[in-house]
C-alpha cells in the first residue's frame, strides 16, 4: 500500500522543536521532493538529496562558505530526521518491521549529516528503546553522558529503559541483559534526574517509589514530603506518602496525610485509600464515612460500592449493607459473591427462606462457590432441614476431595469446615457415629485440622454421655501430638471432669513457663475450678490471666469467666456487671448475651431486657440449641406460652439429649394443662441428668423435677381414678 506523505506528523518529539531555530532560509529544504512537492516514489524518498541550490535572489557572498556548509548538513540532518519520524509514526501504527527499519536508518543518515546532535542520538536511542532494542539504546545514551553527563533526556531515557527492565525482571519475562542490578541503575538515573530537575513531582514520585522497592523508607519519604512541597494536593503524591507510611504500620500518620488535603480537594481515590486505611486500623465508622466520601464523588464505582457495603457488614449496619450489596447485584447479576453476601445479610436479618434463595442463586451461578455451599448448608440447618444441610456439605466435601488423599493447606482447611460443619448436623440428628466419622476425616489430615478433629470428637462424645470415651480419646489426641498446649489443655479438663482433678491440674500447671501462652493455661484453669465450685481458685486463676489479657477477645473472655463465677456464687450484681462490661467491649458476643440473658430471665429479673439479649444471641446463632432454650424460658417467664413451646421444641430438635431442655419444656406443658405431657418430658429429663457430667447439673434441679413428677403422678393417678381410665391431653 502506497503511503502519502503529504504532510508532515505533529512534532511529538523533541526534534522538530530543536531544529525550528533553523535559519529561515533553510526552510526551502522542506520543499524537496516528496515533502511538500508532488507525491515522489519511494526510491526518491529514501536517496540522499543534493545539497539544495541558493535562492536566485540571495547572492552568493552573503553566507560564508564554511558557515553554509553546516547549514547545508543541519538540513540534510533536518531531512532525514523528519522521514524517520514518519517511518517511526507508521511502524508502530501499523506494525510495519520493514518502517521500523527504514526510522532507523534515516537517522542514521541525519546522525551522519550532523553526529554531536544530542538530539538525534536521544531520538534514536528513544527508537531502539521503543522497538525492544533496550542495549542499543543504553550504548547512545551512554556515549552522550562522556560528553555532557548533564543531559535530562540521556538520563530520562535510561531511568526508563531500567524501570522496564526491572519490571521484566521481577514478572519473570526474559531480559537480553546479563546485568540483573537494574533497581541499582534506575535509582542512580532518577537521582540525577531529581537533582537536574528538582521541581518535577513525577520524577520525585518514581524515585520515592524505587526506594520503596530498596526497603529505604526514609529516603522515600524524603522525596515523596518534597513531591507533597511542590504540589500539596496531587493525588498521586498523596496517595503515595500515605501507602509509605501504611505499609510500614504508621497509619495514624497515613491518615494525617490524606486529611491533611481539605475535602474539597480530595479525589475518589484519596478518599477510598483513607477509607481502606481506617478498616486497617478497625475503625469501622470513619472507614464508612470515607467510603461514602467517595461513592458520592464516583457513584458508579462498584470498587467503591463494594467497599463500602464489606465496611457496613462488619459495622454490624445490616440494612445499609444490603443496600450496597443490592447495587453491586443490578449492576452485575452473575457475581455470585455478592449474592452470598446478600444470603448473609439476609440470614442474620431472620429471614431465612430468603437467604436460601440468594445462596441457591449464587450456586446455580457458580457451582464450585465454597461460600454459597456453605451458607445454603448453614441455612437448611437453621431452618430444621437437616438432611439437605447435610447434602449441601457433602456435595462441597466431594468437590474438594481427591482420590490420593494429598491436599494442600487450603483445601485442608477448606474441608475441615465442611467436615466439622456436617459433623454437627449428624450431632443435632443424634447420629453420633457419623458425626464422629467425619471427625476422624479430619483426624487424618493431620496438622490443624487433626487438632480440630480431636477436640470435635471429644465433644461429641461427652453430648453422648460417654465421658470416659472423652478421656480416652483425649489421651489419644495428646499422644499423637505430644506438642499441642490446646489438646493437653483439653485433656486436663477432661480429667478433672472425671474425677482425676489431681492428674488435671498437674497437666495444666506443668504448661506454665512465663510467657504470653500461659494465658490459656490460666483460662483453663480458672474453668476446671468454676466446674468443681472451688471459688477462691478460680478467683485466683483470673487474677494471674488478667495480668496477661492484653487483645480485646481475651479481656472479653476473662469479664466473661467472672461474670460466670459471680454468678455461680450467687452474686448476681457483680455478675451483671461483669458481663455489661464484656458487651461494652463486644456487643456482638453471641455467648456473653444468651448467659447474661438467662440469668436474669431465670431468675425473673429485667424481663425484657433479659429477652432482648438472648433474641440477639439467637439472631447471630439461630442453630444454636442452648440458645433457643434460653429464649423459650424468657418466653415461659413472660407468659407468652405458646412462643416458649415452639422455641423449646425447636431447642430440642437439636439436642435430645440435654435434661434442661425437657425440664423446660415439661414445665411448659404444666403450666398450659397438660399435665400427662409435662410428666414425660419430666421423666426423660431425669433419665438425661442422671447420664449428665456432675458439672453440668444446677444445684437443685434434679430434686425440683422430681418433685415436679411426683406431683404430676399424683394429679393423673387422681384424674384417672376418678373417670376409671387415663385422660387424654391436647397437644402431640
Not at 531531512?79 to 542514521?108: C, M, P, T, V, W
Not at 435430645?656 to 406443658?669: A, N, V
Request: charged share 25%; with cysteine.
Amino acid at each position: 500500500m502506497m503511503r502519502k506523505r503529504l504532510h508532515l506528523p505533529s512534532p511529538k518529539y523533541t526534534l522538530a522543536a530543536a531544529y525550528l531555530l533553523l535559519p529561515v532560509a533553510l526552510a526551502c529544504a522542506q520543499n524537496a521532493p516528496g515533502i511538500m512537492g508532488a507525491p515522489a516514489t519511494p526510491a526518491q524518498v529514501h536517496q540522499t538529496p543534493p545539497s539544495p541550490a541558493p535562492a536566485a535572489s540571495a547572492p552568493a557572498a552573503a553566507v560564508p562558505a564554511e558557515t553554509a556548509a553546516q547549514e547545508a548538513d543541519r538540513a540534510k540532518a533536518y531531512y532525514h530526521a523528519a522521514l524517520a519520524a514518519i517511518d517511526e509514526e507508521d511502524a508502530f501504527s501499523e506494525g510495519s518491521q520493514g518502517d521500523l527499519n527504514r526510522a532507523i536508518e534515516e537517522y542514521k543518515y541525519a546522525l551522519d549529516a550532523d553526529p554531536s546532535s544530542a538530539v538525534l542520538n536521544n531520538e534514536l536511542a528513544g527508537l531502539y528503546f521503543r522497538a525492544g532494542r533496550a542495549q542499543d539504546a543504553i550504548a547512545i545514551e551512554q556515549s552522550l553522558l562522556k560528553t555532557d553527563p548533564n543531559d535530562i533526556h540521556a538520563h530520562k531515557l535510561l531511568g526508563r529503559i531500567y524501570l522496564r527492565q526491572l519490571g521484566e525482571q521481577q514478572s519473570g519475562a526474559p531480559s537480553t541483559s546479563p546485568s540483573s542490578n537494574y533497581l541499582d541503575k534506575a535509582i542512580a538515573e532518577f537521582e540525577k534526574i531529581v537533582a537536574l530537575q528538582p521541581n518535577d513531582v513525577e520524577d520525585r514520585l518514581v524515585l520515592g517509589q524505587l526506594y520503596t522497592v530498596m526497603h529505604q523508607p526514609q529516603k522515600a519519604e524524603e522525596q515523596f514530603e518534597s513531591a507533597q512541597a511542590i504540589q500539596p494536593d496531587s493525588e498521586d503524591v498523596v496517595l503515595n506518602l500515605a501507602r509509605l507510611y501504611a505499609e510500614s504500620g504508621d497509619f495514624d500518620h497515613a491518615v494525617k496525610v490524606i486529611e491533611s488535603v481539605p475535602p474539597g480537594n480530595r479525589t475518589p481515590k484519596m478518599e477510598f485509600t483513607l477509607g481502606a486505611i481506617y478498616d486497617q486500623m478497625k475503625q469501622p465508622e470513619q472507614a464508612i464515612s470515607a467510603y461514602q466520601s467517595a461513592s458520592n464523588m464516583a457513584p458508579g464505582n462498584l470498587r467503591i460500592t463494594d467497599a463500602l457495603a464489606q465496611a457496613l457488614l462488619k459495622n454490624g449496619q445490616l440494612g445499609e449493607a444490603l443496600k450496597q450489596y443490592q447495587r453491586l447485584a443490578d449492576a452485575d447479576p452473575d457475581n455470585s459473591e455478592v449474592l452470598v453476601h446478600i444470603a448473609e445479610i439476609l440470614r442474620r436479618q431472620g429471614k431465612y427462606e430468603d437467604a436460601l434463595a440468594a445462596a441457591k442463586k449464587a450456586l446455580t451461578i457458580d457451582p464450585a462457590s465454597l461460600e454459597a455451599g456453605y451458607n445454603e448448608g448453614l441455612l437448611y440447618d437453621v431452618l430444621g432441614q437437616f438432611d439437605k444441610a447435610i447434602q449441601s456439605y457433602q456435595s462441597m466435601i466431594d468437590l474438594l476431595s481427591h482420590a490420593n488423599g494429598a491436599y494442600t493447606s487450603d483445601e485442608k482447611h477448606n474441608r475441615s469446615i465442611f467436615l466439622d460443619r456436617q459433623g454437627s448436623v449428624y450431632i443435632e440428628e443424634n447420629q453420633i457415629g457419623k458425626a464422629i466419622a467425619d471427625y476422624q476425616r479430619m483426624i487424618d489430615m493431620g496438622g490443624s485440622s487433626a487438632v480440630q478433629g480431636y477436640q470435635d470428637e471429644v465433644d461429641a462424645y461427652r453430648t453422648a454421655t460417654e465421658f470416659a470415651k472423652a478421656v480416652e480419646v483425649s489421651r489419644q489426641a495428646v499422644a499423637a501430638n505430644p506438642k499441642n498446649r490446646d489438646l493437653k489443655l483439653m485433656l486436663a479438663g477432661e480429667l478433672a471432669d472425671q474425677g482425676q482433678s489431681a492428674e488435671g491440674f498437674a497437666l495444666a500447671k506443668g504448661l506454665l513457663n512465663n510467657t504470653p501462652a500461659d494465658l490459656n493455661v490460666w483460662f483453663t484453669i480458672a474453668q476446671m475450678d468454676i466446674r468443681l465450685k472451688r471459688w477462691k481458685d478460680a478467683g485466683q486463676a483470673l487474677d494471674k490471666a488478667q495480668a496477661l489479657a492484653s487483645k480485646k477477645q481475651d479481656r472479653v473472655y476473662l469479664l466473661f469467666l467472672r461474670g460466670e463465677l459471680a454468678d455461680q456464687q450467687k452474686h448476681i450484681g457483680p455478675a451483671v456487671q461483669f458481663f455489661h462490661q464484656a458487651l461494652a467491649l463486644d456487643p456482638s458476643n453471641a455467648m456473653t448475651l444468651n448467659y447474661l440473658g438467662y440469668m436474669l430471665a431465670n431468675r425473673g429479673m429485667k424481663l425484657p431486657e433479659a429477652l432482648g439479649y438472648i433474641r440477639k444471641a439467637v439472631r447471630l446463632e439461630p442453630a444454636n440449641a442452648a440458645y433457643l432454650d434460653s429464649l423459650g424460658w424468657a418466653y415461659f417467664k413472660m407468659g407468652q406460652y405458646d412462643l416458649a413451646e415452639d422455641n423449646e421444641r425447636q431447642a430440642l430438635a437439636r439436642d435430645q439429649t440435654d435434661p434442661t431442655l425437657h425440664m423446660h419444656l415439661g414445665d411448659i406443658y404444666e403450666k398450659t394443662g397438660r399435665i400427662r405431657l409435662a410428666a414425660a418430658q419430666w421423666k426423660l429429663s431425669l433419665a438425661e441428668f442422671a447420664k449428665a457430667d456432675p458439672a453440668d447439673i444446677e444445684p437443685g434441679d434434679v430434686a425440683k423435677v422430681q418433685k415436679s413428677l411426683e406431683n404430676a403422678r399424683v394429679k393423673l393417678a387422681k384424674e384417672d381414678s376418678a373417670i376409671g381410665q387415663p385422660k387424654p391431653q391436647d397437644g402431640p
